[in-house]
């Protein structure tokens, strides 16, 4: 974490030392009332703001602000009796620390707009009245392999923590441009999109293009809409305006705030009243916003208009997203993805994974090669009809996907002239019913190399009476 007050780097054990003392000033109070005291405590001194971005050339990185750190102690212990640095108003301690990374050599300098950055990433945390900050660029050591992994996997659930990510897109100049602005076609902005509760988006020249930050909600339009066929990309719907400056209701607001903290004694039950009102109010959005991100095709689409500057990263943006584990490997490349859809199939049972268009993982012929594969689908429902029995258990075994569904021998009475199939087509299976009233999607299967064994041809919708078909005893393996 940052500390927005100074900038300087605050560590774990730092953190946790700092709750530590913060809690035993409450410990009386803890103990004489419930522990919803006790957490609202720890959660007002863990409140921290979380920067969404792109990368630009020569960031502000670890190595960068922990050398200022330690130049800045070493000056201190020598010169005992100096309190503190050069300070401003706003953030003691700031400016210097700016001017510190300024000079650092040619080589590792940072450049002018990665500093700006970062001072207005901290200033804007401070009128979000956040005590720390955290920035990707800045609070990963990325020279350290094991807390790379770590932040890669847990960032998620930093994102949906944060009291308010602050969005910085720095192409867009005037709110009409926001929706073509390069952020909303990185692959790891679609977690820090759909991760935090709130979101403020600034301008280029970091102004806020929102009148307050926003909340998001799932519309009952997508709720009642066929998957896919709702409008928009997101599972939200946004009303933003237009702002050039502050309003005088949200200075009246700050006001008001203000007298509040100077009477706090007197207010402190109606504080916590409304503070648990709120509370309930964002847990009810969080359990429909959860509910909108079921969907697996539905997030696989959104990834698909996404990219990276590498490979695996197509892969890792997306783990936090499916709530899956999944090792670090980079130099894996494609395989990440098809890692990924591993281990989504065996966490669910949705068979919307496999509604997809397009190149085939060379690892297994069900599965995509990539997210793009889901730009085009077919709009496969959820079927448990048409699986054999009542098995719904999809399992990798070593002679690929075993799927619970009945396979049909394109000869005899289930031989199809009319689809005008390649040659190598022996089989098909119904994966479930299409969007479409009558229709069903079908899966075109060539053999495999071992007894029972399948490949996936295509993907193809079909008007089908299925009550005609009798269920063969067959599950379906596919590799």
């Known amino acids: 974490m940052i500390d927005v007050e100074d900038m300087m780097l605050v560590h774990r054990g730092e953190l946790q030392g700092k709750i530590d003392k913060e809690i035993a000033k409450h410990q009386l109070r803890c103990l004489n009332t419930n522990c919803d005291y006790f957490e609202r405590v720890v959660e007002k001194q863990l409140q921290y703001s979380i920067l969404s971005h792109r990368w630009g050339n020569r960031e502000v990185v670890f190595p960068h602000l922990q050398a200022v750190q330690d130049q800045i102690i070493q000056e201190q212990q020598k010169q005992a009796d100096q309190e503190k640095l050069t300070e401003s108003k706003e953030h003691p301690g700031i400016p210097k620390k700016l001017e510190m990374l300024g000079q650092l050599p040619p080589s590792q300098r940072p450049s002018k707009a990665s500093l700006k950055k970062l001072s207005k990433f901290l200033e804007m945390s401070a009128v979000k009245k956040c005590k720390y900050a955290w920035a990707d660029t800045i609070c990963i050591n990325k020279e350290s392999s094991a807390e790379l992994d770590e932040s ?64 998001k909600r799932p519309t009952e339009e997508e709720e009642a809409q066929e998957e896919g066929k709702g409008k928009g990309e997101g599972p939200w719907e946004w009303e933003v305006k237009e702002v050039e400056e502050k309003s005088e209701e949200e200075d009246e607001d700050e006001d008001e705030d203000e007298d509040e903290d100077e009477d706090e004694d007197e207010n402190e039950g109606k504080q916590e009243q409304e503070q648990e009102e709120e509370e309930e109010e964002d847990e009810i959005r969080e359990r429909r916003r959860l509910k909108s991100l079921h969907d697996i095709r539905k997030r696989l689409t959104w990834a698909s208009k996404r990219m990276t500057t590498r490979a695996e990263d197509m892969a890792y943006s997306l783990i936090g997203i499916f709530d899956v584990n999944l090792s670090i490997a980079y130099g894996e490349r494609e395989k990440a993805f098809y890692r990924l859809q591993v281990e989504i199939l065996q966490n669910s049972d949705d068979m919307s994974l496999f509604d997809w268009r397009g190149e085939a993982s060379i690892y297994n012929s ?33 002679l690929g996907i075993r799927m619970p569904l009945a396979v049909y021998r394109l000869e005899g009475p289930y031989a199809q002239p009319a689809w005008h199939l390649p040659t190598t087509a022996k089989a098909f299976s119904i994966l479930g019913a299409s969007s479409t009233p009558g229709h069903h999607i079908i899966v075109i299967l060539g053999k495999g190399d071992h007894p029972g064994q399948y490949r996936r041809l295509g993907l193809m919708e079909k008007e089908m009476d299925v009550d005609s078909y009798k269920q063969a005893p067959e599950v379906v393996l596919i590799k």
């Not at 960032?155 to 720095?170: E, G, H, N």
């Not at 077919?378 to 054999?388: A, E």
């Open 152 to 215: 890669i996997r847990s960032m998620f659930a930093w994102y949906r923590d944060s009291k308010v990510c602050i969005v910085y897109l720095s192409e867009t100049r005037h709110f009409r441009e926001l929706a073509k602005d390069p952020w909303f076609t990185r692959g790891w902005t679609l977690q820090e999109l759909l991760a935090p509760r709130r979101l403020a988006f600034y301008s280029q020249e970091w102004r806020q293009m929102t009148a307050e930050d926003i909340r």
């Open 366 to 398: 069900m599965l995509a090669s990539s997210p793009a594969c889901f730009k085009r689908y077919l709009g496969l429902q959820q079927d448990n009809s048409v699986r054999v029995g009542n098995d719904s258990t999809f399992a990798q075994t070593n």
